[in-house]
């Protein structure tokens, strides 16, 4: 059985920093796309970054603040620096086996104050 775990968030000022990790287990992840996504209270689930091999994309909104990076087959980091306010959202990770976002995690909350 796939399971996506994600760990990082927490509460941070705006300005500052967090990194957000996710382990992939039942299978191997490491010729597949990986995502993160974030749900704000009150809107819908949006997409931040994607990895695929050498590749990512991002949102416009996290451009140049945001990294995303995976260190082997099954864990990938999204590192957020120059965090605002508006970041405030709970993040999932997501796995993509070739017929879109197959596999999410149960999400971490990443709360930035001002």
């Known amino acids: 059985q796939v399971q996506l775990v994600e760990s990082g968030g927490g509460l941070v000022q705006a300005g500052g920093s967090l990194r957000l990790s996710c382990v992939v287990s039942g299978r191997t992840a490491r010729y597949y796309a990986m995502g993160w996504f974030r749900q704000a209270p009150g809107k819908e689930r949006e997409f931040v970054a994607r990895i695929r091999g050498s590749g990512t994309n991002y949102a416009d909104s996290v451009k140049g603040r945001f990294t995303i990076s995976r260190d082997n087959a099954n864990t990938v980091y999204l590192q957020m620096n120059s965090l605002k306010p508006e970041d405030t959202a709970v993040y999932y990770c997501?796995?993509?086996?070739?017929?879109?976002?197959?596999?999410w995690g149960q999400g971490t909350q990443v709360t930035v104050s001002s």
């Open positions: 997501a796995l993509d086996l070739g017929g879109g976002w197959d596999y």
